[in-house]
């Protein structure tokens, strides 16, 4: 991919270009991760949480594991 550049504001932002954040699936909210490696600055998206954390609540039901786990097994 052909080299692009940006210009540092004032309070240290940068518009990451279009095409790039199309590219990498950057989108508003997405948290981005800065290092330094041998004078280059590295952004890595960061990870989200751990995979359960991500999908709690996608049902919408507000059961806690103890009722989850009684109407799986039904009555004993």
């Given amino acids: 991919m052909k ?3 940006a210009r540092v504001a004032e309070r240290g932002q940068v518009t990451i270009p279009k095409r790039l954040r199309e590219r ?3 989108k508003p909210g997405t948290v981005l991760e800065f290092s330094e490696e041998q004078g280059k600055l590295i952004a890595v998206k960061a990870g989200g949480l751990d ?3 991500e999908v709690y ?3 919408g039901r507000r059961l806690n594991t103890d009722a989850v786990m009684a109407r799986l097994r039904g009555p004993r």
């Fill in 57 to 59: 609540g996608c049902l």
């Fill in 51 to 53: 995979p359960v954390s």
């Fill in 24 to 26: 990498l699936g950057v």
């Fill in 3 to 5: 080299s692009m550049k």
